[in-house]
């Protein structure tokens, strides 16, 4: 029952690390996370909550990503990961389109990174990938990140074409949390492979804002940091 789950992390609360979560994902006036409501309760926990209510349903689900509380919605979706992990094709497809009718809800960027890759990105490993191009030219900043987010998945499997398209349109973004995660992205490619990145970065990491151009370079050497950054590739 949701009263339960509900309870449990009313329990695992802390007021200290709430005061702290509360500073660290910008919830006052005028911050990406305006309003936020934290209970002070770490993801490892909250996981393990979540993971002991798989069977709570979509209604009870919805009550959950519909909470001001952080902590509700980000068990919400962890349970949904739970959920996806454990269900046959036909589920995963309910699963998924249910994660895409809420993603106002998925509103902040641990909600983004923790769900994601793991829901749409494993869904459409095989499937057509046009819900990406059109989550990147959303004016919702919570979508354009689920769409860059959710190519780890085929990073990871060694297929970065996915992750260089959403990159592209998301190349000129002036939300911070959105150049923070293109770099970070076009990192984890460049970890399986530089040499992939760095031909995606001669094309474009002049245009970039710097703050993706750091993310993205941050693993290279010294002198190679320097010349991208001076203009110099």
Do not use: C
């Amino acid at each position: 029952m949701i009263n339960h789950l509900l309870s449990e992390l009313k329990n695992a609360s802390s007021p200290e690390k709430a005061k702290i979560l509360q500073k660290f994902f910008k919830t006052g006036k005028g911050e990406y996370g305006e309003g936020d409501i934290f209970l002070g309760v770490t993801v490892p926990e909250t996981r393990k909550i979540a993971k002991k209510h798989i069977n709570l349903s979509f209604d009870e689900i919805t009550k959950l990503l519909k909470s001001k509380i952080h902590e509700e919605r980000l068990a919400a979706l962890l349970l949904l990961v739970e959920k996806y992990n454990k269900s046959n094709d036909k589920a995963k497809d309910k699963i998924v389109n249910f994660y895409l009718s809420n993603t106002k809800y998925v509103n902040n960027w641990d909600l983004v990174d923790l769900s994601a890759h793991q829901l749409l990105g494993s869904f459409i490993e095989d499937k057509d990938k046009s819900i990406l191009t059109k989550l990147a030219k959303s004016p919702s900043l919570w979508e354009r990140r689920i769409a860059i987010i959710s190519t780890y998945h085929f990073i990871k499997n060694k297929n970065h074409k996915p992750t260089f398209k959403i990159a592209e349109i998301l190349l000129e973004d002036k939300h911070d949390l959105i150049q923070k995660a293109v770099g970070w992205m076009l990192r984890e490619v460049g970890k399986r492979n530089q040499n992939a990145e760095e031909e995606f970065l001669k094309y474009h990491y002049k245009k970039m804002p710097r703050t993706m151009l750091r993310y993205a370079i941050e693993r290279f050497d010294k002198e190679k940091r320097d010349n991208y950054l001076k203009g110099k590739i």
